[in-house]
């Protein structure tokens, strides 16, 4: 119980230096807050996922830092992060050297997001969904319904 105190704290301190940029570009610095960050991620926190998911996908370094920030963002959205579920199904339908694009993940993962709240995720099903995509046909009903709950949602 002391450890996971402990990791909250951290991770809260971390993530209010992670802002101070003379911080980030310091070597030993950026290693004791990435260490913080993984720390409250691999506690299971749902946030820390996401964040700590974004920042390896973007700023990792190595193939191993992307995947690594991929499976972060899934448990993530698997634990109902919206952002992370959003960025998922941009990955699913931009496809990369392993896989080919899959408009039928992204469009699970982007249904999962706009179901957390995620209006543009919605938005993008709606443009899916209208257009088709690879594997995944036209639907005009299903567009106008995620035209309609991106509306609910603010776009």
Do not use: C
């Amino acid at each position: 119980m002391l450890w996971r105190l402990r990791a909250r704290i951290g991770y809260g301190v971390a993530r209010r230096l992670f802002h101070w940029s003379w911080l980030v570009k310091q070597p030993r610095g950026w290693r004791w807050l990435e260490g913080q960050f993984a720390r409250m991620a691999n506690l299971g926190d749902v946030a820390a996922q996401s964040f700590y998911g974004h920042i390896l996908l973007f700023r990792g370094q190595g193939f191993g830092a992307r995947e690594e920030g991929v499976r972060l963002l899934r448990l993530a959205a698997t634990g109902g992060d919206a952002k992370a579920a959003y960025r998922l199904g941009v990955l699913s339908l931009a496809g990369d050297t392993r896989q080919a694009a899959d408009g039928l993940e992204a469009a699970r993962w982007w249904t999962l997001a706009a179901a957390a709240g995620h209006p543009l995720a919605a938005q993008r099903l709606a443009d899916l969904y209208r257009e088709g995509g690879p594997g995944l046909p036209a639907d005009t009903e299903l567009a106008a319904r995620f035209v309609q709950r991106a509306r609910e949602l603010g776009l």
